[in-house]
Structures are given as C-alpha cells and as structure tokens.
C-alpha cells in the first residue's frame, strides 16, 4: 500500500510525497521506513484540514500525538515512531528547527518481559504447516531470519555445501551469515528444483525477471532474469 500525501502540499516544485521520499532514500533507509514515515505525515496534514506542515509546528505536533495517546489509545513504542516522523519531515525535508521540539515529551516504553515459545509450542506450530509454509516456519526458527529477511532471499544467498545463508540488507542494512538448519535443507533443495524449472518455463514465456536492489539493473541489465537473484 503506497501512503500519499494531499497532492495539493507542495515544496519547491514537488510533492511533499516526493520531497519525503528522496530524503528517505538518500539517506538508504529501508522500506518499511518509508511506508511508516510516509503514512504518519499523511495523517499528521489529514488531522490537521490539510493545513501544510510550514504553517504549523510544535503545537500542532503535540495535539496529535495526544489525540494518538487518548483517543487511538496507541502504543508508547507506535506513538514515538510518529514523532520521529514527523521531526524528519521538519528537520529533513522542510529544513525546520523547531525550537519547541525539545519540549515534545517522548512517551516512555514500558519494560516487559519477552514471550518466547517452548520446543514443544513451536513443534505444534510446526505441525500445523506444510510445503512452502514449513520451509519458511523453519527458517525463521533454526535460522534466526526475520520474516522480511525471509520474503527477500535469493538462491544465490543459499550455500548448501557451507550448510549456511548470508542475510543481505538485513536490520541497519547489514549483511550477516546464518546457519542452514540440516531439517530444512532437502526440502529446500526440492523446493527450489521445482521453482527453477518454473523460472526456465517462465524465460521461455518471455517473463521470468525480479527486482534488483540499487541501481544493479542498469550496471548489469540481465543479471534480472539469472537464477541466483530469483527468490527460493
């Protein structure tokens, strides 16, 4: 779901959307990044009668994040994220010191105690999937991956010999090195014959590419249809 902002805001010629979204990728902040900040800003102006982000300030910002706290009952953890939005917006992207910024009162986390599956919880989750399902469930499990480090890997990032996965981009944009749990392995392997001979009917229809991260696409133009950048 892409998050636009009122195409009526403009700064310099663009949308403020746009303004938000190169700021935002110059800086190489991930996806997700993006898609929050972009919809807090849009709901920020949308609280606020689409009144433009250089006629309010501080004030404004406040009412929202206890409109956020009282009415939406929201999380300290959600409530934060907003305002973090919204002092990049003005900091970033509008070239905005807002003095008043140091009164905004950050909302305090509370400390809790983390919930973590037994073995034997995350054996009757196990058992309750099967086929691509399973893979991905056990990956997350034995490998450590986050759901999204999931979703994004390639076959080229699978190393079955070293019985490990490298993590490109992963959490702060870092590359890291996992283990391959040994229960997943000879069904990832079939999984990923199955999905090669899909990928080779796909070329032969003409189709058969995938989106490269940066600027690879351009640098290397059929690198998109290789086997190795596909997803498993």
Known sequence: MEYVIPTNLKTEGMSLSDEVRAA????????????????????????HDEKHPKEMGATEIQHFLS????RENVAASTQNQCLCALVFLYKQVLNIELPEFDKIVWAKKPKKLPVVFSKAEVKSVLEQLSGTYWIMAN???GSGLRLIECLRLRVKDIDFNKDQITV???????????MLPEIVE??????INKVKKLHETDLTNGSGSVYLPYALERKYPNASKEWGWLAP
Do not use: C, M
């Open 24 to 47: 935002i990728r110059t800086r190489h902040y991930s996806i997700r990044t993006e898609e929050a900040y972009l919809n807090w800003i849009k709901r920020f102006i949308l609280f």
């Open 139 to 141: 990956l997350l499990y």
């Open 67 to 70: 409109h956020l706290a009282v």
């Open 168 to 178: 490109r981009a992963g959490k702060g944009d870092r590359d890291r090195v996992t």
């Open 186 to 191: 000879q069904p990832l392997r079939h999984h």
